[in-house]
Structures are given as structure tokens and as C-alpha cells.
């Protein structure tokens, strides 16, 4: 991969790392990661050797970063992103890298990158798969006869709020936090630009609209239903969907959970199946295109987009970027005060853009100061909980 270092960094603001006992970042390295571990040892019935691969995974999180074994994946590039933070406390690197290299650790002690037996089986897959069945998105699917017959743009608005909050609760967060289904009625948007979205769509329509994806399952669903949407109402005329090349994050959406995903829509008939007809059809003649470029699993901010990419996404009328990973590397993972402006932040970024996420991270910007204010005040937990959400657009 070729990557970008001409753009300008970003303004200065101090990384997000993970060693404040109790922050967010902290909880996600020491707390939820070694449960992640136990749930995939649960789900998938690993041999001895990838038991022991794992379990020495486990003892690192108390300890310092490991190399990569020998032979990983990628492994000449993975040691240049690696060679500042070897040896250190998992808590004192940046918490972006931080996952991001632990997640690589976790596919490779799968045998997910090797050439035995589990190559290639992906470790997440069961609790991807268990989504699909789940009331929510039976319920979701049930509500899309609705949403198909609505007038054009209350459809459209109504399929982007599903896959704004098809974000908000995503594997691990409900790994760490088991209430987290509840909060599926708590919708609170801290800010909302979305007018200017269907302005720009309405420009440029019917335009070519780039979807850098986020989670499979219910979210994947729901971006699905949003980029069918696009296509019939001719916002879009082409819409690129960028999924992950392999395994990342727990429910990052790779081309299988997009099978996957399409499969469950097929057997909803009715809406749901015409949904899946069309989106089958618009993939063979083209206009669906699925792309999976390696740079969406690095621990890199998109100022370091390669160039091949990034020449693909400046064409696009829009950039539709969904959720809380993909908007820390947009805005970069840091402790920025959160009235400092979305749009100079993103304005390295090649295309017009809206960003999609529930709030998980402690990452903010884009906040009016009366709104923060009033927020700091009554929801205290408003940056991690997934109670709230932003569309930020920037032309
Ligand atoms: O699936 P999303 O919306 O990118 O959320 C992933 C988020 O989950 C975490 O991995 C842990 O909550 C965050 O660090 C990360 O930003």
C-alpha cells in the first residue's frame, strides 16, 4: 500500500491513550479485549495450538506489545506501524494503534491469516451471524414495507436514521455493556446536518455516492436498505460500497457479511427480498461496486489515505463515512475540544462527506458550546454510552 504522507497534519491536539484507570480507552484494553478472547474461544472450537496462541495473547494485555509472530500477515508494513510501541505497556501507546494492533494479533493467533485449516474462517463470524436473527432486525424488516412506500425523501430521511442508529450498538459494545439493547429508545442527536446532505445529493444526481461501511448485521442491513434507497430514487446513479478486506474490528462488515446480510433479506421476502433483488441486480450490471482496499484495516487517520484511494473517492458527490472507528481516523483520535470545527478538521479529505456515528469513543468535535454545556450537565456519559449521535457534513 502506498500510503499519503504529503497531506497537512492535522492541528495539534494530544493523542488518546489508554492509561487514566476507568476512561473509556482504558476499559476497552483491559476490560472489554480479554472478554472479547473468551467469547470467540466460546463460539469457535479452536484446537490446543490456537488455544495456546490465544492465551498467550490473553497474558500480554497485563504486559508490554508483542511483535508479530513471524510470517504474519503484512508483516513488513505492520513493523513499521509497530516498531514505536513494541515493548510498551498496551496502555501508554495510542489507543487508535492500540486496538487496531491487537486486532491483528487476535486474527493471527486464529490461524485466520495462516495456511492451515482455520485460514480464512473468521473469528467474529458466529456473533456477526447471530445478529441476523435477532427480534431487532426482524423487526426492522417488518417496519421496511413502510419505509419502501413512503414519499421519496421521508423515505430516504427515514433509511438514513435506520443506519445512523443501526450504529449505535455494535458487538463490543454490547460485549461490555449488556444493557446496551435497551438504549435502543434513547435517540438523541448532537448535531444534525443532514439538510446539507440531501442538498448536495440533489445537486449532484444522480451522482456517485461512496459508502465506507462500518458494522455488519443489523447495520450493514440497514446501510443496505439507505444505498437502495439512493438508487431508486436516482440520488445515486453509482453507489461504491467499501467493505474490509478481511476481519477487523469484531462486526466490521467484510464482502462475506455482505452475502450473509443480502441472504437474510431474501428470506424476509416481500419488501426485504425486493430489497435484495434489486441490490443483487444493481451488483452484477455495476451499479453497486463493492470494494475492500486494505487501508480501511490500518490503524492510520484517512489523512494518510493512500493515493490509489483517495484518487477513487475525490470523483464521488458524496462520502458517506458510517461510525465511530472510521470518524476517530477522520477526525484523528484525540482529545480535541469538542467545539472545534468538524469542517476544518475534515478539510484535508478529498470529497464532500457525511459522517454517520453514534457516539462510542471519547473522541468529540463539531459541538455548539450551549449544547456541550447542556450535555456535560444532564448526560454525562453522552461521548461513550451510544445514546447519542451526530451527521456531520461537510461540503
Ligand atoms: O463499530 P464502530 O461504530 O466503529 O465502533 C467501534 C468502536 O468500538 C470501540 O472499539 C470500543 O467501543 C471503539 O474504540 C471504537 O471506536
Given at each position: 500500500m502506498t500510503i499519503n504522507h504529503d497531506q497537512n497534519p492535522l492541528p495539534a491536539a494530544a493523542p488518546i491513550v489508554s492509561?487514566?484507570?476507568?476512561?473509556f480507552a482504558w476499559g476497552v484494553l483491559t476490560r472489554r479485549h480479554p472478554d472479547l478472547i473468551a467469547t470467540v474461544r466460546r463460539l469457535v472450537p479452536y484446537p490446543p495450538a490456537i488455544q495456546e496462541s490465544l492465551d498467550q495473547l490473553l497474558m500480554t494485555i497485563d504486559g508490554t506489545i508483542p511483535p508479530l509472530p513471524a510470517?504474519?500477515?503484512d508483516l513488513a508494513t505492520w513493523q513499521e506501524w509497530a516498531a514505536p510501541y513494541?515493548?510498551?505497556?498496551?496502555?501508554?501507546?495510542?489507543f487508535l494503534w492500540a486496538e487496531s494492533y491487537f486486532y491483528c494479533l487476535l486474527l493471527e493467533a486464529t490461524g485466520y491469516?495462516?495456511?492451515?485449516?482455520?485460514?480464512?474462517?473468521?473469528?467474529f463470524a458466529p456473533q456477526k451471524n447471530a445478529e441476523l436473527n435477532t427480534p431487532d432486525l426482524a423487526r426492522d424488516l417488518r417496519d421496511l414495507d413502510r419505509l419502501v412506500a413512503a414519499p421519496d425523501q421521508a423515505s430516504l430521511s427515514a433509511a438514513l436514521a435506520a443506519s445512523l442508529w443501526g450504529n449505535r450498538a455494535d458487538l463490543g459494545f454490547r460485549i461490555s455493556?449488556?444493557?446496551?439493547?435497551?438504549?435502543?429508545q434513547v435517540d438523541d442527536l448532537v448535531a444534525d446536518d443532514s439538510a446539507e446532505l440531501w442538498r448536495l445529493l440533489d445537486a449532484g444526481a444522480p451522482g456517485r455516492v461512496h459508502l465506507i461501511a462500518d458494522n455488519a448485521g443489523r447495520e450493514l442491513a440497514a446501510d443496505l436498505v439507505l444505498i437502495d434507497r439512493l438508487l431508486v430514487t436516482e440520488r445515486a446513479a453509482i453507489v461504491a460500497l467499501h467493505l474490509k478486506p478481511h476481519p477487523y474490528y469484531v462486526s466490521d462488515a467484510t464482502t462475506a457479511d455482505l452475502l450473509q446480510v443480502l441472504r437474510r433479506l431474501e428470506e424476509a421476502r416481500d419488501t426485504a427480498s425486493g430489497i435484495a433483488a434489486r441490490l443483487t441486480a444493481a451488483i452484477g450490471d455495476g451499479r453497486l461496486q463493492v470494494h475492500a482496499h486494505s487501508?480501511?484495516?490500518?490503524?492510520?487517520?484517512?489523512?494518510?489515505?493512500p493515493t490509489d484511494l483517495a484518487t477513487e473517492l475525490a470523483e464521488a458527490t458524496v462520502v458517506i463515512i458510517k461510525g465511530d472507528l472510521n470518524y476517530r481516523r477522520l477526525v484523528g483520535d484525540a482529545h480535541w475540544d469538542?467545539?472545534?470545527s468538524f469542517q476544518d478538521l475534515t478539510s484535508y479529505f478529498p470529497a464532500p462527506l457525511a459522517a454517520l456515528r453514534t457516539l462510542k469513543s471519547d473522541v468529540a468535535v463539531g459541538v455548539g458550546p450551549d449544547r456541550l454545556a447542556h450535555l456535560e450537565s444532564n448526560a454525562p456519559g453522552w461521548r461513550t454510552d451510544g445514546t447519542h449521535a451526530v451527521i456531520h457534513v461537510r461540503s
Open positions: 492509561n487514566v484507570p476507568g476512561s510470517g504474519s500477515h513494541l515493548g510498551r505497556s498496551w496502555v501508554d501507546v495510542p491469516f495462516g495456511s492451515g485449516p482455520w485460514a480464512g474462517i473468521d473469528p455493556d449488556p444493557g446496551a439493547q435497551g438504549k435502543d487501508f480501511w484495516c490500518s490503524p492510520l487517520t484517512f489523512q494518510k489515505l469538542p467545539t472545534t
